[in-house]
């Protein structure tokens, strides 16, 4: 079974910075694929940013240039650095870990949240 573990969340003034941490935890074999995901009150989850087990990164358009995703795949952890937060990057960021291999297979996973609030 595969947890992961969110932390970092917070309250910050717009134009502020935030550093993300979600680690993986379990039997874990390989992961594939980490990253964050973000959803604000009355809209749909909405990626932030992935990256591979080999680096390569991708971001939502409205978050390049302010956030870098980063992973330590010796500690099966993903971070995200936050910086020029605005209002509208308010939301529930969940850490993904997708296609992770454990001793019983494959398997997706998702992490419990972790709430960022930007105050303008």
């Known amino acids: 079974q595969v947890q992961l573990v969110e932390s970092g969340g917070g309250l910050v003034q717009a134009g502020g910075s935030l550093r993300l941490s979600c680690a993986a935890s379990g039997i874990i074999l390989r992961i594939n694929a980490m990253g964050w995901y973000r959803q604000a009150p009355g809209k749909q989850r909405e990626l932030v940013a992935t990256?591979?087990?080999?680096?390569?990164?991708n971001y939502a358009d409205s978050v390049k240039g302010r956030f870098t995703i980063s992973r330590d795949n010796a500690k099966n952890t993903v971070y995200l650095q936050m910086n020029s937060l605005k209002p509208e990057d308010t939301a529930v960021y969940y850490c993904n870990a997708e296609r992770v291999l454990t001793t019983v297979g494959w398997s997706d996973n998702w992490g419990q949240g972790t709430q960022v609030t930007v105050s303008s």
């Open positions: 990256i591979t087990s080999g680096g390569s990164t």
